[in-house]
């Protein structure tokens, strides 16, 4: 069984004791998996990353096991997202993961190349808080659905856009 399959299985199993989050079929979480891969081609040669809010592992995780050779900061506050992510770090074996259980902004971390995020709050606050955390030429990758246009405007930033159907891949730099 590869990675993404034991933790898809995992998952499945953990979600219906703790119930932390809404994917429940192993179709669901295999969409999710697809969608936190997507951009992968373009972020994969980046050495250090931090995910904001990874919640059951999207798209942290699945980033930090398909780019071993990056060392991934998974940052979430709420204790059933960051056991199950913990439990996820051990049982794959994945050393360049490090589970940060807080809130970005209470989080001890240098700063890194990439920041990415999925469903965790607005592009404006997002580019706010990332700051302290991101290196002088870093990255932020932002997972956004059909609002992201209007964010970007509200933000004031430039960004190159992927899309694909509703899902827009936001890569902004110069922060
Ligand atoms: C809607 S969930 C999205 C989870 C995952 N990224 C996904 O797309 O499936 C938002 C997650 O962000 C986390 N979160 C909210 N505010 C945060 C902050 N300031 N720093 C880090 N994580 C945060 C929450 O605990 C929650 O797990």
Sequence with gaps: ??????????????????????????????????????????????????????GAGFPGLVLAIAMPETKWYLVEPLKKRYSF????????????????????????????????????MPTSK????????????GKILLYKGSNALEELKEAKVNAEIISKGNRNYIFIKDI
């Excluded at 990675?3 to 079929?25: A, G, P």
């Excluded at 209470?106 to 190349?113: G, S, T």
């Excluded at 580019?127 to 002088?136: D, F, H, Q, T, V």
């Design 126 to 137: 997002i580019i706010e808080i990332s700051r302290p955390y991101l290196e002088k030429n």
């Design 1 to 54: 069984m590869n990675k993404f399959d034991i933790f898809t299985n995992e998952l499945l199993k953990w979600n219906k004791v703790h119930k932390f989050t809404n994917y429940k079929t192993p179709e669901e979480i295999r969409e999710q998996i697809e969608d936190s891969l997507y951009p992968l081609e373009k972020i994969k040669h980046y050495k250090t990353a931090l995910d904001i809010g990874t």
């Design 85 to 120: 992510l913990n439990y996820m770090k051990i049982k794959l074996n994945l050393d360049n993961v490090k589970i940060v259980p807080s809130r970005l902004e209470k989080a001890d971390i240098d700063p890194v190349e990439l920041i990415t995020t999925r469903a965790v």
